[in-house]
């Protein structure tokens, strides 16, 4: 499996490129992940095997692959972690990497958050953060980062999971579960044209979207399920216990995008939050059995939460409010049953 792997990457790699893409392999010839990617340039390939990573790794910018042994094998993904130790984010995009640039086969955790463009308190991205970068995050798990979530404006944070800033990211196929922050507890999206697609996002803490934060962007095909808003705080909140979108309709420096996904059980908050995003732009997805309600907006002249009435979307443009009847969501098994 794993030759049949280098293989498949290596041949992508010289396709890709006017040269043959270097092979790094970590801890083969490389204790740490970053110093492989310090020697890395754009097309390389490093492999990392399975192990406890104690590092906060930095793309710096260049386009290349960095990923487990076997992506497709749950148990080596468990099995090859990357933990930033409460401090910082355990992976940075920040120089300009493009989609070229690849993270897949992860377990990342212990991730805290990164301080941005000088703003005091705030700490973006927990365990991913891409500022204004747009890389392909693939088939990891990402789990049990923890920003900070008070109204302490000395440490709050956007993203616990994952929070991508003017991005164009696309987070695909990953596990996103149990994580914290203010806004955004499992991923946030503000402003740019990220995908997020075919995640499954559970458990995860926050304020303000404890799910998912979505400023702009395309969340189509996930599971999002779980999540909730309980976190103590004044920021406003608590609201949107799965997902908070939102689209600018006076400049468009923003569109949001809610298509054809499972957005259940929030635990409180409600399940979708919706304000000023098109009515053809939320479709076909599946919202249920949320507390205390399905759908939330906010009110244009008192700004109070409104519960379903003249926010629920169900039956309009292929929304749906019926059981997806999981297999077993008692043990975080959210396959559905035929």
């Not at 497709?72 to 130790?85: Q, S």
């Not at 599946?286 to 169900?314: H, K, Q, S």
Request: net charge negative; proline share 4%; charged share 15%.
């Amino acid at each position: 499996m794993k030759s049949a792997i280098l293989q498949s990457l290596t041949v992508v790699a010289v396709l890709c490129g006017s040269s043959p893409a270097a092979v790094r392999h970590v801890p083969g010839e490389y204790a740490t992940i970053q110093a492989a990617i310090n020697d890395c340039s754009d097309g390389d390939i490093i492999i990392v095997g399975p192990g406890l990573y104690l590092e906060r790794i930095d793309f710096l910018g260049k386009d290349i692959t960095v990923t487990g042994a076997d992506p497709n094998d749950p148990a080596v993904v468990a099995g090859t972690i990357i933990n930033a130790g409460g401090v910082g984010s355990a992976v940075k995009f920040m120089n300009g990497e493009t989609r070229d640039a690849v993270l897949s086969g992860f377990t990342i955790t212990g991730g805290y958050g990164t301080l941005y463009m000088d703003e005091e308190g705030l700490f973006w991205g927990g365990g991913i953060f891409c500022a204004e970068a747009s890389p392909t995050i693939v088939k990891n798990v990402i789990v049990n980062n923890n920003g900070p979530a008070t109204a302490d404006p000395q440490a709050i944070s956007y993203g616990g999971g994952i929070a991508c800033f003017m991005s164009d990211a696309l987070i695909q196929n990953n596990i996103i579960a149990d994580n914290t922050a203010a806004a955004g507890a499992g991923v946030i999206i503000y402003f740019g044209d990220a995908i997020i697609t075919d995640n499954l996002i559970y458990g995860n803490s926050g304020v303000i979207g404890g799910g998912v934060v979505l400023l702009g962007g395309e969340l189509t095909n996930n599971t999002i399920v779980g999540n909730d808003v309980s976190l103590p705080s004044d920021l406003g909140g608590p609201i949107a216990g799965n997902v908070y979108a939102a689209s600018d309709n006076v400049s468009l420096l923003f569109q949001a995008r809610v298509v054809n996904n499972i957005i259940c059980g929030a635990k409180s908050g409600g399940g979708l939050f919706h304000q000023d995003v098109a009515e053809d732009a939320i479709a076909f997805n599946d919202v249920w059995g949320n507390t205390p309600a399905n759908y939330v907006m906010r009110d244009p002249v008192t700004y109070e939460p409104i519960y379903d009435g003249p926010a629920d979307r169900t039956g309009a443009y292929g929304n749906i409010s019926r059981n997806p009847l999981f297999v077993n969501s008692a043990q975080n098994d959210y396959h559905l049953a035929a």
